[in-house]
Nanobody
């Protein structure tokens, strides 16, 4: 069974940095997606960064380009989300997720079958 466990959230001031971790176990799908998503209070969940596991092609939401980076460490299987130059609008619950396969795009949230419990990031101005 696939399990994802996030850690590393916290509170920072605007301009600060955090690194979120997601330990992935049981994921053996050769052509799927791994991604980070976030949900702010009163807003819909949105994709932040996604990566196709067969090509390692990574895609970023426009709102985080140049500020956030995804890092994959295969041994053990951990994906990191490096958050730099944070803004108050980055405040949200952050989730990592895994999709067993995808068609066309890793941005399709309904493809993600496995989700972590989430970790809170709060950015103050």
């Amino acid at each position: 069974d696939v399990q994802l466990v996030e850690s590393g959230g916290g509170s920072v001031q605007a301009g600060g940095s955090l690194r979120l971790s997601c330990e992935v176990s049981g994921y053996t799908y050769p052509r799927g997606c791994l991604g980070w998503f976030r949900q702010a209070p009163g807003k819909e969940r949105e994709g932040v960064i996604v990566v196709a596991t067969d090509t390692d092609i990574t895609d970023y939401a426009d709102s985080v380009k140049g500020r956030f980076t995804i890092i994959r460490d295969l041994t053990p299987n951990t994906i990191y989300l490096q958050l730099n130059s944070q803004k108050p609008e980055d405040t949200a619950m952050y989730y990592c997720a895994a999709a067993p396969w995808y068609t066309g795009s890793c941005w399709q949230q309904n493809a993600y079958r496995y989700w972590g419990q989430g970790t809170q990031v709060t950015v103050s101005s």
